[in-house]
T-cell receptor, first 114, second 113 residues
């Protein structure tokens, strides 16, 4: 069965510092890959996605992620953290030919210190 | 705004009662998904519809759970004889099927006392 692992349930950075949230997936066939953000008591908002083509994908709010097939990774980065980035971040995969359902990691809570 | 909507946003019920949640997807989306999210965890897939057909149900969806999408538009998720373990956020999402990304509603938070 497919699985998604997010390393670190809590990450804390200072405002202006680099944000790096790690995601690894298990799949023999590269799936579609997503990062979602969730603010308290809200639904999930799509940050970015990888389907095919360029392995470095850019999303909203200055986030980007790089698909590395050899490492089965899809880490999320942002060069400079802002206070408003504090939220829960979820990595998800959509396995090939399974109706588009998403399998999520357990999430990483990002805290941003002033 | 024509995003995904869910009703109610919050539901408190007593153990043993039945509850029903509604999801209205983005109008042109033919796929609709239900997920459950417990505190501190990522969402877990429950079931999905393509138009009115329910194409997959997770093993998480016990006999007490039933979902419908009668006309291929809105969907309902019913939980019968609720248990305290059913307390969670129930999320609905929709997609066009042509593009794999899903758009999520705000969720319904269920508390079973």
């Amino acid at each position: 069965a497919q699985s998604v692992t997010q390393l670190g349930s809590h990450v804390s950075v200072s405002e202006g510092a680099l944000v790096l949230l790690r995601c690894n997936y298990s799949s023999s066939v590269p799936p579609y890959l997503f990062w979602y953000v969730q603010y308290p008591n809200q639904g999930l908002q799509l940050l970015l996605k990888y389907t095919t083509g360029a392995t470095l994908v850019k999303g909203i709010n200055g986030f980007e992620a790089e698909f590395k097939k050899s490492e089965t990774s899809f880490h999320l980065t942002k060069p400079s953290a802002h206070m408003s980035d504090a939220a829960e971040y979820f990595c998800a995969v959509s396995p090939y030919n399974q109706g588009g359902k998403l399998i999520f990691g357990q999430g990483t809570e990002l805290s941003v210190k002033p | 705004d024509t995003g995904v909507s869910q009703d109610p946003r919050h539901k408190i019920t007593k153990r043993g009662q039945n509850v029903t949640f509604r999801c209205d997807p983005i109008s042109e989306h033919n796929r609709l998904y239900w997920y459950r999210q417990t505190l501190g965890q990522g969402p877990e897939f429950l079931t999905y519809f393509q138009n009115e057909a329910q194409l997959e149900k997770s093993r998480l969806l016990s006999d007490r759970f039933s979902a419908e999408r009668p006309k291929g538009s809105f969907s309902t998720l019913e939980i019968q004889r609720t248990e305290q373990g059913d307390s969670a956020m129930y999320l609905c999402a929709s997609s066009s099927g042509l593009v794999p990304e899903q758009f999520f509603g705000p969720g319904t938070r269920l508390t079973v006392l």
